[in-house]
Nanobody
Framework: VQLQASGGGLVQAGGSLRLSCAAS????????MAWFRQAPGKEREFVAV????????KHADSVKGRFTISRDNAKNTVYLQMNRLKPEDTAVYYC?????????????????WGQGTQVTVSS
C-alpha cells in the first residue's frame, strides 16, 4: 500500500490541526494504521494506532486526551485530529500501515510509510 500524508503546517500553541493519510489500493481495511513522529535529533516515536475496523485505538501518553486517530475505510484514509497543540509536538509526522490483525506500537512492525508532513507549533 502507498501512503500520502497531508495537513501539516504552522500553528500557535493551543491550536488544532488535522492530518490525513490517503492510501492507495483496495485492501486498506486489511491494514492496522498508525501515526508516528520524529523531532530533530530524536528517534521516531509512536503517536497513535487504530485497528483495521476502527473499533479500537491506542494513543501515546504524551498525546492522550489531545489527539485522536480515526479512519474511514470507504475513503481509504486515516486521520489524526490534534487539539491543544504544544511546542513539544513539533515534528515530522508519518503515517504507517501494517498488514496484521492486532494493534502494535513498534515501528518495525509496519510495512509501509508515508513521506511525512511537518507540524510546527510556535509558543
Amino acid at each position: 500500500v502507498q501512503l500520502q500524508a497531508s495537513g501539516g503546517g504552522l500553528v500557535q500553541a493551543g491550536g488544532s490541526l488535522r492530518l490525513s493519510c490517503a492510501a492507495s489500493g483496495r485492501t486498506f481495511s486489511s491494514y492496522v494504521m498508525a501515526w508516528f513522529r520524529q523531532a530533530p535529533g530524536k528517534e521516531r516515536e509512536f503517536v497513535a494506532v487504530i485497528r483495521r475496523s476502527g473499533d479500537s485505538s491506542k494513543h501515546a501518553d504524551s498525546v492522550k486526551g489531545r489527539f485522536t486517530i480515526s479512519r474511514d475505510n470507504a475513503k481509504n484514509t486515516v486521520y489524526l485530529q490534534m487539539n491543544r497543540l504544544k511546542p513539544e509536538d513539533t515534528a515530522v509526522y508519518y503515517c504507517a500501515a501494517a498488514n496484521r490483525w492486532g494493534i502494535t506500537t513498534m515501528p518495525e512492525d509496519f510495512d509501509s510509510w508515508g513521506q511525512g508532513t511537518q507540524v510546527t507549533v510556535s509558543s
